[in-house]
């Protein structure tokens, strides 16, 4: 009789348990992406947990997964007397085309630290789709953030840095004609990155305005 | 006791995978002509003349003029746009496949 009496049903656990025990959960998942999936998937290790443990050489050594590193040179940053913005280094100045075969697509983004400027001009000879968009420092590309997304052709103006990123544009074919961007620009940036459309990247240098106005001496 | 072990470490392992897997891929687009479709796998040639095997699954979306079409209308021959994404393009996953008109390259 006692043992039949033993028999109980199971205690159900209030929310409290639950959400305690779903708390706990979180946490650990947490910690356990941070400190292990991330750095040996994907080589991020924003704690240096993955270093220590010597797990990051796991990750896939594709370069294209990685985020665009900052520059080494000095960073570019205003400094704001008043009115006018003073700036460590030199004026940039860069221009360069793109021929899209037929749905092709290309990126081209340049460094700027944060409220650094830009002036800038492209022209498209067919239509594009295009995104002008920014990438923070050190943030997946899927982090992205757009600017501008209009349907144009062409597009002249300026442009201030919210954040310490590559900034720049993504321009695609989206037809069976050849078409060419022609883009133009000058400002405070420190490095070019062009990205393709099969997933590779090329790094291009930008020039001092100075280096060209001694060409033409 | 035992119950509650195993739940947590299920609901763990579910956010790990989860979390791990919003952690996007690269992004790559094959532009090319159909060489082979066979066992969810189509290989294109690109206009430089590389051949790429991309995978194909369920979520796959095969498209003609933006509308979505049965995946039996790929064929040898046609011209094609592949959104996918992987560690490269040769272990990459279509997203999308494209069928467009003929690319006559330049």
Redesign the interface.
């Known amino acids: 009789m006692d043992q039949e009496n033993d028999i109980r049903s199971p205690i159900a656990p209030t929310l409290v348990e639950l959400g305690r025990a779903v708390g706990f959960s979180i946490f650990v998942t947490v910690l356990i992406l941070v400190t292990l999936v991330l750095p040996a998937e994907y080589g991020i290790d924003p704690l240096g947990a993955g270093r220590a443990l010597g797990i990051t050489v796991l990750a896939p050594s594709t370069e294209a997964l990685v985020p665009v590193p900052p520059p080494n040179s000095a960073v570019l940053a205003p400094v704001q007397e008043g009115l006018v913005a003073y700036y460590p280094g030199e004026y940039q100045v860069d221009s360069r085309e793109f021929v899209l075969g037929p749905y092709e697509y290309v990126e081209y983004k340049y460094h700027l630290a944060q409220n650094a400027t830009m002036l800038f001009s492209w022209v498209a000879s067919g239509d594009v789709a295009h995104d002008f968009h920014g990438d923070r420092d050190g943030a997946p590309a899927s982090a992205a953030q757009s600017f501008d997304q209009q349907p144009r052709r062409k597009a002249d103006g300026s442009f201030t840095a919210p954040f310490s990123g590559i900034h720049g544009w993504y321009w695609e074919n989206p037809g069976g004609n050849t078409v060419t961007v022609r883009v133009t620009t000058s400002g405070f940036y420190t490095a070019a990155h062009e990205f393709h459309f099969d997933g590779t990247r090329v790094p291009r240098e930008v020039r001092a305005l100075d280096a060209i106005t001694a060409r033409r001496d | 006791m035992i119950q509650?072990i195993m739940?947590?470490l299920f609901?763990?392992a579910a956010?790990?995978v989860g979390?791990?897997n919003t952690?996007?891929?690269?992004?790559?687009?094959?532009?090319g002509t159909v060489m082979k479709y066979q066992d969810s796998r189509i290989e294109v040639e690109s206009?430089d003349g590389n051949t790429t095997s991309i995978r194909l699954d369920r979520q796959t979306a095969i498209t003609r003029d933006t509308q979505k079409v049965d995946v039996t209308e790929l064929e040898v021959g046609l011209s094609v746009?592949v959104d996918a994404y992987g560690?490269?393009?040769e272990d990459a996953l279509a997203l999308e496949i494209?069928i467009?008109?003929p690319?006559?390259?330049?």
């Open positions: 509650k739940m947590r609901v763990m956010l790990v979390a791990s952690f996007a891929h690269e992004d790559y687009r094959v532009i206009k746009v560690d490269s393009a494209r467009v008109p690319i006559v390259n330049p």
